[in-house]
């Protein structure tokens, strides 16, 4: 999971952010910390609070591939047009080849 360069990345310590997705202040770092090393997995909502956060969409946390990772992180920035411009891009690339 790439929930402790994306928490760097925003600049926020661990237990902020734990607090940031509701979790209680007295266990935030702790789970944090536990989530960063893969000690546990946390629920699909809290991954979806997590990216909220720090502004990634939740399947970043979850790719497999660098560079997936990097283009759904780049996705998430994106506004709806230019999605879609970008879609419409890809699309006439691969169907130029």
């Excluded at 310590?13 to 997705?21: A, E, F, N, Y």
């Excluded at 090393?37 to 979806?48: C, D, L, N, Q, R």
């Excluded at 994106?78 to 999605?83: D, G, S, T, W, Y």
């Amino acid at each position: 999971m790439r929930l402790r360069s994306a928490r760097l990345r925003a600049e926020i310590p661990q237990d902020r952010l734990g607090v940031m997705i509701g979790l209680d202040e007295t266990t935030a770092s702790a789970r944090i910390s536990r989530y960063e090393t893969g000690i546990h997995s946390p629920p699909f909502e809290i991954v979806k609070s997590l990216g909220a956060v720090l502004s990634v969409p939740p399947a970043y946390f979850f790719c497999e591939d660098e560079s997936l990772a990097e283009l759904v992180s780049f996705w998430g920035t994106l506004k709806k047009k230019e999605r879609d411009k970008a879609l419409q891009l890809l699309k006439e690339a691969l169907d130029a080849e």
